[in-house]
């Protein structure tokens, strides 16, 4: 978390971000920043966001830091659709937000890996089985007198041309 507070500071934001949605909404809008006029929609921060929903969906991402797990989707999205003035701009959040290539294109394959998998038919049809969570003994007690209910998943918005 050290890191990202130090870019935080470059940038000159007085936000603390420590979440990869935070980090999410400070990275659309630095890149947004710098699009001409024509070309401010071409990213919809409402997918960015439930791309990440999507993502947190798998225990593995919660390993991922926040800036770089933030950046990945973002740099897919723009991959995506093909937009070479905003890979600079990736690029550069990439080098100030002292992020490795490795690590970014580490991410950016579990990232395309599991969007792809949850676009899928198979993962978009609901089970007729109940769901079953699988947690340790204290969260069980801790969680013994509470109900929770899981409504449904987030869906992907489609992008229109």
Known sequence: MRMEK???????????????FQFLQLYYSLI????????????????LEAQLKACYCRIIFSKAKPSVLALSIIALEIQAQKCVELTEGVECLQK????????LTF?????????????????????VQKLKWIVSGR???????????????????EMVP
């Open 107 to 127: 991410w950016q394959e579990l990232v395309s890996k599991c969007l792809t998998e949850y676009s899928s038919n198979k993962c978009s049809k609901p089970n």
């Open 6 to 20: 130090i870019v935080l500071e470059k940038v000159c934001w007085k936000v603390k971000a420590t979440t990869a």
């Open 139 to 157: 969260t069980a007690r801790q969680l013994k007198h509470s109900y929770y209910r899981i409504t449904h998943l987030p869906t992907i918005p």
């Open 32 to 47: 947004q920043e710098n699009l001409p006029f024509e070309r401010k929609n071409s990213l919809n921060f409402e997918r």
């Open 96 to 103: 100030h937000s002292k992020i490795n290539g490795r690590d």
